[in-house]
């Protein structure tokens, strides 16, 4: 009992099985438990090999009753030049809930050539048995990743990270000179208080005397765009306390603070720029959630973006101008470009399967798009019909096979899935605040054809975050301790860890 529970708990906490032979744990079993016979690592392994069998049967139950399956797919190193691999799969269960499971985190030895990547995607979706499920797979930018999975399937689509794309726009925008300077001050700032241990007790001490938040500074990290934003809003929370102790000669050399002081009006210009990079964290916060659906809030964001955060402001500074000019060249790049038409589509498809925002297109004066969008949805309701026979061959055996009953009696369920789209689109909308799904747990019995496919567009995760968090504590940073862990242990760790909090 105490060995299982001991299991556990490393497999939980992802601690490295050394643990056991730590001298403090060994005198702290000694003390709880005297006549406990602390197991070796090999045992530890051996039982937690059973704990991941067992709970991996467990996600293949789950799968299992799955209709629709997106995956996210992430590849990076570790500090010990190890190449990983993580992939998760998303659906929504017939209760109408998101759910989300890590598939594997594991060595990938290979180089990531187009056709490795491919066949080590394939390998996986054989192994789970979910082949005739995925509907997409979500990945970053690089172009060997995107090749891999435009080349596995038609029915398989390829989505690139919006998290990552918003990335590489804000970070052109930053290149700027004029806001460049101002970040490379502010991150000297931090860098001067995290590595003096003299500047940090004083820092420490300056806040709790102005009765400030204790909150440590944070350095922006070039893989993050929102850390610049991060570190400039925990630099305005503690101007009174660094600026303190910048003044502060006992603590402080004047040739340091020289070349660390911000004037009045370079801090109220970093205040300025928190309130411009403010809405692109809220959106990279609001798209990395893994409880909500996020690819049908993609195109409303986009617009609301554009339309508010983006427009030319003559009260602007002129940098801000230039960075708002950039953002918009880059948008039009990344995101609204000819070239991205079928990812459009596929964004404005599941915003329309969302009660949220199924009205963004009328609302716009897009009628065009909504009539693209019903002519889609009408076909796909016919397809599915007709489990898999295509258009053209169903319209011939139906024409061949009509007879005068036939037409007595037309065929009543074509005009009743044309009845429930219309009616469809003609339901009020619900609040933004609202969840989604559970307007269509209550409303599917309504719409039983729409409702199959909102649970495959819905299910589509908008970024690749969940695979990046697989051997992270805090977004895209990879912690020492599971960076000295082993591939196979690592692997079986943070399956066993992530999948049983998705259980309970």
């Known amino acids: 009992m105490i060995t299982e529970s001991l299991v556990r708990y490393i497999a939980k906490d992802m601690l490295p099985l050394s643990s056991v032979d730590g001298i403090g744990f060994l005198e702290f079993m000694r003390t709880v438990s005297p006549n406990y016979e602390v197991p070796c690592r090999n045992t530890i392994k051996r039982r937690m090999l059973g704990l991941y069998l067992t709970e991996k049967n467990r996600v293949a139950s789950d799968l299992n009753g799955i209709d629709f399956i997106a995956l996210t797919t992430d590849c990076w190193t570790s500090r010990s030049t190890e190449s990983y691999i993580s992939i998760t799969a998303h659906g929504i269960t017939n209760e109408w809930k998101i759910v989300n499971y890590i598939l594997t985190t594991e060595l990938m030895d290979e180089r990531h050539t187009r056709i490795n990547l491919k066949e080590k995607l394939l390998d996986i979706i054989r192994v789970w048995d979910i082949y005739n499920k995925v509907v997409c797979i979500v990945h970053d930018n690089a172009i060997n990743i995107k090749n891999a999975v435009c080349s596995m399937a038609p029915d398989i689509k390829s989505r690139t990270c919006f998290a990552h794309s918003l990335q590489l726009c804000v970070n052109k925008g930053l290149e700027d000179k004029s806001i460049k300077d101002l970040l490379s001050t502010a991150s000297s700032i931090v860098s001067h208080f995290k590595h003096s241990t003299v500047a940090s007790k004083a820092l420490l001490a300056a806040q709790k005397n102005l009765k400030m938040s204790t909150n440590k500074l944070v350095q922006s990290v070039k893989t993050r765009w929102n850390s610049v934003y991060a570190m400039l809003v925990r630099l305005n929370d503690s ?124 609302d716009n004066n ?57 009616k469809y689109v003609k339901e009020n909308t619900i609040n933004k605040n609202a969840c989604p799904l559970a307007w269509w747990k209550e409303n599917s019995s309504r719409y039983p054809n729409i409702s199959k496919l909102a649970k495959k567009y819905l299910c589509v995760p908008s970024t690749s975050t969940p695979s990046e968090r697989a051997f992270s504590n805090a977004g895209n940073i990879i912690t020492a301790k599971r960076n000295c862990l082993s591939g196979e242990t690592a692997k079986w760790l943070i399956f066993f860890s992530h999948n049983t909090k998705q259980h309970n």
Not at 257 to 286: D, G, M, Q, R
Not at 376 to 398: E, K, V
Request: with cysteine; aromatic share 8%; charged share 25%.
């Open 239 to 362: 101007r009174q306390a660094i600026c303190s102790v910048l003044n502060d000669r006992t603590v402080t050399t004047r040739t340091t603070a020289l070349t660390l002081e911000l004037s009045e009006s370079k801090w109220e210009l970093l205040e300025y720029w928190i309130k411009v990079l403010e809405p692109f964290n809220l959106v990279t916060n609001i798209l990395s959630s893994a409880k909500t659906p996020t690819i049908s809030t993609v195109q409303p964001i986009l617009k609301s973006i554009v339309d508010n955060f983006l427009k030319h402001n003559n009260t602007d500074l002129q940098q801000i101008q230039t960075f708002k000019r950039i953002l918009t060249r880059e948008f039009q790049t990344r995101f609204f470009d000819a070239a991205h038409e079928e990812d459009i589509f596929i964004l404005n498809i599941a915003s329309f399967l969302d009660p949220r925002y199924k009205n963004h297109f009328t």
């Open 366 to 422: 897009n009628d065009g798009m909504m009539d693209l969008i019903r002519n889609f949805i009408q076909t796909q309701l016919n397809f599915d019909d007709g489990a898999g026979i295509n258009q053209t061959d169903r319209d011939t055996a139906h024409h061949l096979e009509m007879t005068a009953l036939d037409i007595l009696f037309p065929d009543n369920e074509r005009c009743s899935e044309q009845n429930e789209l219309d």
